[in-house]
């Protein structure tokens, strides 16, 4: 089953997390997970430069490591850098020790990137964490969730229902989750420019969170 949009209640259980920014203007919270990888986020970058659109990516520490100059462009290029852990772990199925561990080995990459904003941002891979691990860290973070998943990694959802899906669940204020990686990009080269395309039209701005 699919939850484009998430459901009330799962955010009510975990009040503490960012789910949403509820926004009087037109404005929605593009975010990006996964990456940064050459063959994706450069294409992500250029839309977004055609709107003057600000974005969030969620680096995995391990794809800044290894393409190091593309992750500096998603920083050059002005856009807020959050963290998604080192190697992709699933939180319940992590220890929260090395949970800790592996987030605070890819702020250290993050943070070789250059200056970041002060408040530290954190999403969970595949949204899944302990109470605990929660507890843990939002001493230090800012654990940003979402209102709006866009699906676009699912190989099994044509490009133009997962666009149609995007569109019809967000809203102003909303935090729309899109990923710059090699698994989603069948979907987001088809998605991206057209879901930028249809909220300028409408008179929103993309903001970095």
């Not at 190697?87 to 943070?111: N, R």
């Not at 654990?143 to 866009?150: K, P």
């Not at 997962?162 to 967000?170: F, S, Y």
């Not at 879901?195 to 008179?203: D, I, P, R």
Request: hydrophobic share 40%; proline share 8%; charged share 20%.
């Amino acid at each position: 089953m699919r939850f484009f949009k998430t459901p009330w209640l799962i955010a009510a259980l975990l009040p503490g997390l960012t789910w949403r920014r509820p926004s009087p203007t037109k404005t929605i919270y593009l975010t990006f997970d996964d990456g940064p990888v050459p063959e994706v986020t450069p294409f992500v970058l250029t839309e977004l430069a055609k709107y003057q659109a600000r974005a969030t990516f969620f680096c995995v520490g391990d794809n800044i490591r290894r393409y190091p100059a593309v992750a500096r462009q998603v920083a050059t290029a002005g856009h807020t850098l959050g963290n998604h852990t080192y190697h992709h772990l699933k939180g319940w199925d992590t220890p929260p020790a090395v949970y800790l561990s592996d987030i605070y080995q890819c702020q250290a990459a993050l943070e070789m990137l250059g200056p970041l904003k002060k408040n530290k941002l954190f999403r969970p891979p595949y949204g899944r964490i302990t109470p605990k691990q929660i507890k843990l860290l939002t001493t230090d973070y800012q654990v940003i969730m979402w209102d709006v998943l866009t699906y676009d990694f699912d190989k099994n959802l044509a490009s133009a229902a997962c666009l149609g899906q995007a569109i019809k669940n967000t809203e102003p204020g909303s935090i729309v989750v899109f990923h710059d990686s090699r698994k989603a990009w069948p979907n987001l080269e088809f998605v991206l420019p057209r879901f930028l395309a249809h909220f300028a039209a409408l008179g929103y701005r993309f903001e970095a969170l």
